[in-house]
């Protein structure tokens, strides 16, 4: 029997059991669903998390932090200016930038007050490092030597212009007591926008020079050091040489090495998810078993009928495994509509949801932090479904299918055409 | 005889017929032919040494009350059952050598069966019907559908043609029956009591249009039942009882007049 002919016998047959045949492919439909669901939206999450990482993080800046091992226990305490010297001597190394920074508040007297994060660091650093990526808005770095002179980062309501003098408050020790200090720069370039950029961020900071800083905080180490590197794909390398040249006492942050662990939860996460999903297409097999086992008892009696008018067992075989495949495809092609909506109707609504936590919450979440989530505005969750998924949700559900009927196909194609015909 | 085009396509079997069709006169045969079931530990013999010989075209009537191993004999000789001992032959063609697959392809082609329940696949219309064993035996598409639609008309229901089995009353599901089982052309017909359940009315038309075909298309029949009326068309009657034939006369080779 051609195979175009035992299709249409089973498409005759499913149709005339449209209850039965919508209830036989409900497993099959709700396992493809949760695959396609969950595969979609972690997909969409994984995009969405790597494109944010990629952003915030700068792909070719090691950060150097004092400590060793993971939480610096142990090591170096602190970091200094002449360690940047070590790791600058590093092949690879394009350009070191020490910084120290701390939470203050600067105001201007016509235009208010801004609560911010003032960096200490040298210009001429700066520019070696960042000064590719960095574009004034107005005015320019500072000469070199002054010591009074501010770069302000981009704000969407400026506190001052170029020329501007800003007052910044700092708390500081003297002697036993701290006493509140006002400090005046005067702003010689106003940056514009940069967007989140790994452990510097340029926005809504304001930049005095080292010395100055330090003089102020009367500190003589620096919060940590960014080295530039030529290549990104010697990250991991270069971050282990200077490990070795610290004696291991300090910690390297490797940008990659953040994304691949973040992207490790998640395949955790998508194979545990996965998991539960094949339960639920092992059961749908299972309920296909059950399902085609009656059937083929209560069509005993066509089978006997069949095989009287000169049907072989394989044609007998084939009718039930192809009812099995078109049972596959049907239940694969609404799971993966129905799943597709889910996904997209949970992308839409997870991140309402969690759009309070996840923004400040997600990797230190420092308003600008680590480019986290955008500062809390447009994070959107677009599920992704490959055209490969697709397709491969579709076979898996004809397999599964297929498989569990192998059995009850068999046991039809076997039957005795005698006993079945006189079947009641 | 008409001149019918052989419309199946490939026959398995074609070249041992050829060979062994040609060394009998009988288009069929049984000899010491027996089949015994096993109820636990009780012996059923349904069919017990039955020697027999068909002469082609001829319209044999096997008669027994119920149990008495009509519809056993029929499946033995159709192809469908297969004997404990003794042997059946279809056109010179010893059952007993053939293999699954080519007992289905007897089926298939060279016997057509004819039951009292009518056994129409239920979910098919008349013409699906009619059309299955053509696509069992590959007949192209169109061919089988014309070849359907010429059947049926044939038996005269060419008018109900798309209606399902539910739709047709007892003697129009029959005629669907009849119409199937000459589809692949077979030469036999194995009719296991097709009046039997038909009005009196309805069953006398069948009983004429097996007859017509057997007439006008040089058809073999074999058919059982207990239906008294069939003596009267039968070119032959065996009386069946036991599982034995135990009598056997000429039948009246009559039309039957209603
Ligand atoms: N599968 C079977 N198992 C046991 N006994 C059977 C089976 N099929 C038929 N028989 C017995 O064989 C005998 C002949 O049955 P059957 O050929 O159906 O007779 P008929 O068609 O003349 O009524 C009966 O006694 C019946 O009970
Ligand atoms: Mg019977």
Redesign the interface.
């Known amino acids: 029997?051609?195979f175009r002919?035992i299709l249409g016998?089973s498409w005759?047959?499913m149709r005339?059991r449209k209850t039965r045949t919508a209830l036989t492919t409900l497993g099959i439909v709700v396992g493809i669903m949760a695959v396609v669901s969950i595969s979609a939206l972690s997909g969409g999450f994984e995009a969405q998390i790597t494109d944010q990482l990629t952003q915030g993080l700068d792909m070719d800046i090691l950060t150097v932090l004092p400590g060793g091992g993971i939480l610096g226990g142990g090591g170096l305490t602190t970091l200094h200016m002449n360690d940047t010297v070590v790791i600058q001597n590093i092949t690879g190394v394009e350009a070191t930038l020490g910084f120290s920074q701390s939470g203050t508040t600067v105001y201007n007297e016509t235009d208010g007050t801004l609560d911010t994060r003032i960096v200490g660091l040298n210009f001429t650093d700066l520019e070696a490092t960042y000064g590719h990526r960095l574009r004034f808005a107005d005015g320019g770095f500072p000469d070199s030597g002054s010591n009074d002179s501010c770069i302000i980062g981009y704000l969407e309501d400026p506190i001052a212009a170029v020329g501007d003098n800003v007052t910044t408050e700092i708390l500081v020790r003297v002697g036993f007591t701290f006493v509140y200090v006002n400090v005046s720069f005067i702003v010689s370039g106003v940056l514009e926008e940069v967007g989140s950029s790994g452990m510097l961020p340029f926005d809504r900071s304001v930049f005095i020079p080292l010395d100055t800083y330090q003089t102020l905080f009367n500190s003589e180490s620096i919060d940590m050091i960014l080295a530039r590197i030529a290549d990104p794909t010697q990250a991991d390398a270069i971050a282990e040489e200077i490990s070795t040249a610290f004696e291991d006492q300090v910690l390297v942050i490797v940008p990659t090495a953040i994304i691949n662990t973040v992207m490790g939860v998640f395949d955790i996460m998508e194979v545990f998810l996965l998991a539960i999903a094949s339960i639920a297409l092992l059961v749908a097999g299972i309920s296909i078993l059950n399902i085609m086992l009656v059937s083929v008892m209560e069509r005993t009696?066509?089978i006997?009928?069949?095989?009287?008018?000169?049907?072989?067992?394989r044609?007998i075989l084939s009718q039930f495994l192809s009812e099995a495949v078109l049972l596959g495809i049907i239940g694969g092609i609404f799971g993966i509509i129905i799943g597709w909506v889910l996904a997209y109707g949970m992308g839409l609504a997870l991140p309402l949801l969690f759009s309070g936590g996840m923004t400040g919450g997600f990797v230190g979440g420092d308003g600008n932090g680590f480019g986290g989530f955008g500062g809390s505005s447009n994070f959107t969750l677009v599920p992704v479904l490959p055209l490969e998924t697709i397709f491969i949700a579709i076979c898996f559900a004809v397999l599964i299918s297929v498989i569990f009927a192998i059995y009850p196909a068999r046991k039809a194609a076997k039957l005795d055409?005698?006993k079945a015909?006189r079947y009641e | 005889m008409t001149g019918e085009q052989p419309i199946q396509s490939e026959d398995t079997l074609t070249s041992l017929f050829d060979y062994q069709s040609r060394t009998s006169e009988f288009i069929i045969e049984a000899s010491k032919l027996s089949k015994t079931y096993q109820m636990g530990s009780v012996e059923v013999h349904a069919v017990r040494g039955v020697d027999l010989q068909v002469r082609r075209g001829e319209f044999l009537v096997i008669l027994g009350v119920s149990g008495s191993g009509k519809s056993t004999l029929l499946?033995l000789l159709?192809a469908?059952?297969q004997p404990t001992e003794g042997k059946a032959y279809v056109e010179g063609l010893d059952l007993s050598t053939l293999d699954?697959?080519q007992l289905?392809?007897?089926?298939?082609?060279r016997v057509g069966?004819v039951?009292q329940f009518f056994?129409?696949?239920?979910?098919?219309t008349a013409q699906?019907n009619v059309e299955?064993?053509l696509?069992?035996?590959?007949v192209p598409?169109e061919n089988a559908h014309g070849r359907a639609r010429e059947l049926l008309t044939r038996v005269g229901l060419g008018e109900r043609r798309t209606h399902v089995p539910s739709e047709l009353s007892g003697g129009e599901q029959q005629r669907v029956a009849i119409a199937?089982a000459l589809a692949?052309n077979p030469r036999i017909i194995l009719a296991d009591e097709p009046t039997g359940n038909l009005d009196t009315k309805t069953g006398a038309e069948i009983i004429q249009l097996l007859r017509n075909l057997n007439q006008t298309q040089g058809l073999t029949f074999i058919v059982v039942g207990h239906d008294r009326r069939l003596t009267t068309v039968a070119d032959r009657v065996i009386e069946m009882r036991d599982g034995e034939f135990v009598s056997e006369r000429e039948g009246g080779g009559e039309e039957l007049v209603q």
Request: no cysteine; proline share 6%.
């Open positions: 029997m051609k002919n016998l005759t047959n005339r009696r066509e006997g009928i069949m095989k009287a008018l000169g049907a072989k067992d044609t055409p005698v015909l | 499946h159709g469908l059952d699954h697959n289905a392809d007897v089926r298939l082609r069966f039951f056994n129409l696949m239920p979910q098919l699906g299955l064993p696509k069992f035996a590959d598409a199937r692949n």
